[in-house]
């Protein structure tokens, strides 16, 4: 219709463990969809170039001690000052590529030992994705490919937990892509749900809050 220029861009989320391959998906989908002439841009939480990203980052480089909760809460805050960003880009048609988002933010705390629910209530009225692409891999698979760095996480029985936590959280938006495959197979599994999900958008779904 003629009124595309009015209609809004989609809310994708890749999710999975660390080393699940989600950065580099990101970033394929990104030339993909830009190079069919979509307004498109990536983003990741955390994002680590504000004042609480920096907070964050130096607790993931085991550099500063935090409480559980308060970590958790600065990884909320982190969403939270983009919110406003989130919805005005998303509103004047731009489609936004999250890599990571509530959800590690749930999965990743609860698999501490935080109550699940106190864990989702600083998430709420977060902008809803309209898909979440979850990368789905086992621990021990994401091990062995090698290159956990020197991150606070990134330890094979911690992932575990946070597979398990992850496995609680999905619902109607997600899609599950099993992240063994060849890269260009997860790929094209990944843009044809991308592609379907921002002609929805477009065609004027609306956005919504956390949590549905
Ligand atoms: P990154 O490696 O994708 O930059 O993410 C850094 C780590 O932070 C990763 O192990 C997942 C974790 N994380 C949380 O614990 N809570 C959150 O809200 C987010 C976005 C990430």
């Known amino acids: 219709n003629n009124h595309s220029s009015d209609s809004r861009g989609a809310l994708i989320v890749l999710e999975g463990l660390d080393r699940c391959g989600k950065t580099s998906q990101s970033s394929r ?3 993909y969809l830009e190079g069919l002439g979509h307004a498109v841009e990536s983003w990741r939480f955390p ?4 004042s609480v990203g920096q907070m964050i980052s130096s607790y993931l480089a085991n550099k500063s001690h935090l409480d559980d909760h308060t970590i958790h809460l600065l990884f909320s805050a982190n969403r939270w000052e983009k919110r406003s960003l989130m919805e ?7 489609t936004l590529i999250i890599d990571r988002y509530s959800y590690s933010g749930v999965a990743f705390s609860s ?9 989702k209530s600083p998430e709420m009225g977060l902008l809803a994705p309209d898909l979440v692409l ?7 698979k994401a091990a062995e490919r090698g290159g956990y760095g020197e991150e606070r996480y990134e330890q094979l029985e911690f992932q575990k937990k946070v597979a ?11 899609k599950i892509i099993d992240a063994t495959l060849p890269i260009e197979d997860v790929e094209k599994q990944l843009t044809e749900t991308v592609l379907d999900c921002v002609a929805t958008c477009r065609k ?4 919504l809050e956390l949590w549905l």
């Open 29 to 31: 989908l990104l030339q």
């Open 47 to 50: 994002d680590r170039t504000t």
């Open 88 to 94: 005005s880009k998303l509103k004047s048609g731009t």
């Open 111 to 119: 698999a501490k030992g935080l109550d699940m629910k106190w864990c």
């Open 134 to 140: 979850y990368l789905d891999i086992s621990p021990e």
């Open 164 to 174: 398990q936590s992850y496995k609680m959280l999905s619902d109607a938006s997600w």
């Open 204 to 207: 004027g779904k609306p956005l």
